[in-house]
């Protein structure tokens, strides 16, 4: 089993709706972090957060620690959001990472 | 915030060839950065903690001496992968502390290619 699982591992929406990508892990953590990647590669770095709640434009992301949950949400999606959103999770010096999840936003 | 950049972005070289990535921390000084490699459709994988100063520590199955890692300097590591085949084709990626060990920063990546 994967100490860090995505879900949906491919989303199709229209541009507008609301996205949200999960991200479920299995060890106690101390930040996560949600990446975002090109078509190309090019990796950014969206979040980190140990706590809470973080927003960012059109994104946002919470984590719930005792659960072991993280959800990212985008609002009023667009075509430029398609592409592929990464969570990994520190765990001490550690970085795990997940599967990601392929977004695909139609116009 | 902290950035950390990489360079090249692609390159594309000759099998047998060899090939260098510099990671490099902008605003900040990272002693402390990690290698990942992330293969078709699997995750990003660690392949290696790069310390400043001193010997890089690989992931297990991992060769050292395919990928060379030299942390010389606070703000810069580099990977060299000697001797390319078509199977390292693979983008690559790193990492480093800021200035707390609780943030970490990510390079925007590098795409090789070996023909």
């Known amino acids: 089993k994967n100490e860090v699982e995505q879900s949906p591992q491919n989303l199709t929406a229209q541009e507008g709706e609301f996205i949200t990508i999960n991200c479920s892990y299995s060890?106690?953590?101390?930040?996560l972090h949600w990446l975002q990647q090109h078509p190309g590669g090019g990796i950014v770095s969206l979040f980190m957060?140990?706590?809470g709640k973080k927003k960012h434009g059109r994104l946002i992301a919470t984590i719930n620690i005792q659960e072991k949950h993280s959800s990212l949400h985008i609002t009023a999606s667009h075509p430029r959001d398609s592409a592929v959103y990464i969570c990994a999770v520190r765990l001490d010096d550690k970085i795990i990472f997940g599967k990601g999840t392929r977004l695909h936003i139609l116009p | 915030g902290a950035v950390v950049s990489q360079h090249p972005s692609r390159v594309i070289c000759k099998s047998g060839t060899s090939v260098k990535i510099e990671c490099r921390s902008l605003d900040f000084q990272a002693t402390t950065m990690f290698w990942y490699r992330q293969f078709p459709k699997k995750s990003l994988m660690l392949m290696a903690t790069s310390n400043e100063g001193s010997k890089a520590t690989y992931e297990q199955g991992v060769e050292k001496d395919k990928f060379l890692i030299n942390h010389a300097s606070l703000t810069l590591s580099t990977l060299t992968v000697t001797s390319a085949h078509p199977e390292d084709s693979s983008f690559y990626i790193c990492?480093?502390?800021?200035?707390?060990?609780?943030?970490?920063?990510f390079g925007p990546g590098t795409r090789l290619t070996v023909t």
């Open positions: 957060l140990s706590s």
């Open positions: 060890v106690g953590i101390s930040a």
């Open positions: 990492s480093a502390f800021g200035t707390s060990r609780y943030e970490q920063y």
